[in-house]
């Protein structure tokens, strides 16, 4: 532990303006805040037996209107909760984004209705890691049959020319495919900056609001280029106090850990064969003074685990062990060549793991022990991974791909259907430290996409809709997709931005970017 400076200091982490910088804390490298005038801040108030927000009074006195939500007629409603229910023939009710009643026959007046007769209702996926920049750089003919270390350094020069007109973009048209496919809530793991491309994590929450769709972005980073025995090029590294002094802007101007938060920040250096140790040291300080999670890729090949005994002369979790870097504030992604009495350590510390499995075949990497860490309790949620290691941003097939790859491997001793289905729901909501996503029930976040059981491919296939995702699969885009509260997809389009439009936006500046 560190300690602080002598004096009353403490950290605001909402954007108020009332706070000087102090003296630094011994042995960090980074500055506390003292108070300088008050914070204005007021947390959102919700009933505790309903979860429904207390609206404040406006300047005339008068309570703010409310945003209302009802859905009828669900045929099956699988809620993804402590007792696993699945209701049928019910209507849900939200008001201001919290779901206020799940039931039978609600005749509420209601801001939006659907009809959902016929309809099979989900949590909304939650999607805790990807690169939403990689958008731009897919099914390139060149890195097509690269393992990781060589597709890395290959694409790192393409990577190296971002900026913020390649973000915005490639955010909106990534996520636009994701919330397509149900997925509600996504974290994005961004670590290239490239000197003056501008504020490239601000642009990221920007696309995230003009769609609708609940954002976790991460301040990435990477210390060793080339020269310093890592892989990325010098143009895209940074100093650890650059990077220390970025990562409180960001938790400063952005993280909002309140109910139902629509933006958070974690901070994320990229692996440990692109940073040093005294970037993982300090991130894993900074994180923990402002309460916000650690994230990094770790275990994913064989030769991360070679790299690194031979740097450090020990296994990259034990390595990270004596960082600071487990705890049930920190998950990694991929976690293929963990060996037993690792998958121990992240069940007894609660640290977990991002599988994505689709990135891991395409690359060559392996297969993750996901039955065994469930079996042992590690926390574990799904992701899609980049984008160029994907060749996608659909986390309801990575759904499929999860369920068909363990049952492959491991037969009866795989997760079920359902089991995935919860992994990328609630599972993956405790990955980010949410316990207001990644279920179904009163008092939680109204996240939720629907789907017409009578459309042709699912004929005959809806007995076990628990299942029905993992086991058949949706292959097209949902019916509806609810954030919030708010429908930002209907009828399987994103009601929020012009598709054709963007798409079309999005085309001309990725010819622009790979031209460059």
Not at 79 to 106: M, T
Not at 142 to 161: A, G, R
Not at 296 to 314: A, I, N, P, Q, V
Request: hydrophobic letters at 35%; a neutral charge; one cysteine or more.
């Amino acid at each position: 532990m560190h300690r602080k400076p002598k004096g009353k200091t403490y950290t605001c982490r909402k954007k108020c303006g009332g706070y000087v910088f102090a003296k630094k804390c011994a042995g960090v490298r980074f500055f506390l805040r003292r108070k300088g005038k008050p914070c204005n801040y007021r947390p959102t108030r919700y009933n505790r037996s309903t979860g429904a927000q207390i609206l404040r009074k406006n300047e005339t006195g008068e309570r703010t209107n409310m945003k209302t939500l009802l859905i009828k007629n669900i045929a099956s409603l699988v809620s993804c909760d402590e007792q696993d229910r699945v209701y049928e023939n019910v209507d849900l009710y939200a008001e201001d984004g919290v779901i206020y009643a799940i039931g039978q026959n609600f005749e509420k007046p209601a801001d939006e209705t659907i009809d959902a007769s016929h309809m099979l209702c989900y949590p909304g996926l939650v999607n805790t890691h990807h690169h939403l920049y990689q958008q731009f750089s897919r099914n390139l003919p060149q890195v097509q049959n690269m393992e990781l270390f060589d597709w890395l350094k290959t694409l790192y020069e393409i990577w190296k020319n971002l900026d913020t007109d390649v973000i915005r973009l490639s955010s909106l048209t990534g996520m636009g495919e994701l919330l397509k496919h149900g997925c509600t809530t996504c974290f994005d793991h961004h670590y290239v900056f490239p000197a003056g491309a501008g504020d490239l994590i601000g642009t990221q929450f920007e696309a995230a609001s003009a769609l609708g769709i609940r954002m976790h972005c991460s301040r990435g980073s990477m210390d060793l280029s080339v020269k310093d025995g890592g892989l990325p090029p010098d143009s895209v590294v940074q100093t650890v106090d650059e990077i220390m002094k970025d990562s409180m802007r960001l938790i400063e101007t952005y993280h909002d850990a309140s109910f139902g938060s629509m933006r958070q920040v974690a901070l994320a250096p990229c692996s440990p064969f692109s940073v040093s140790a005294e970037l993982l040291r300090q991130s894993a300080i900074l994180a923990r003074q402002y309460h916000v999670r650690l994230h990094t890729h770790l275990c994913e090949t064989k030769d991360e685990e070679k790299y690194m005994l031979e740097r450090e002369g020990m296994r990259p979790l034990a390595f990270m062990q004596t960082l600071g870097w487990v705890g049930p504030d920190v998950w990694y992604a991929h976690g293929i060549h963990f060996n037993d009495e690792e998958l121990k350590l992240l069940a007894d510390t609660g640290t977990g793991v991002c599988h994505c499995p689709i990135s891991n075949m395409k690359l060559a990497s392996g297969i993750a022990r996901i039955p065994e860490m469930l079996a042992l309790g590690v926390p574990v949620g799904l992701g899609v991974d980049g984008s160029a290691s994907n060749d996608g941003s659909s986390l309801m097939e990575e759904l499929r791909v999860a369920f068909l790859l363990h049952r492959l491997n491991a037969s009866r001793k795989a997760p079920s259907g359902y089991d995935i289905l919860k992994m990328a729901t609630k599972g993956s909501a405790r990955l980010l430290g949410r316990k207001d996503i990644g279920e179904l029930s009163t008092g939680k976040c109204c996240d939720l996409f629907l789907i017409d059981s009578r459309r042709l491919e699912l004929t005959g296939a809806c007995y076990d809709p628990k299942s029905v995702l993992a086991t058949v699969g949706v292959r097209g885009p949902v019916d509806y997709t609810v954030v919030n509260g708010r429908i930002v997809v209907k009828d399987g389009c994103l009601v929020t931005i012009d598709e054709e439009r963007t798409a079309r936006e999005a085309q001309a500046i990725c010819d622009s970017y790979l031209s460059r």
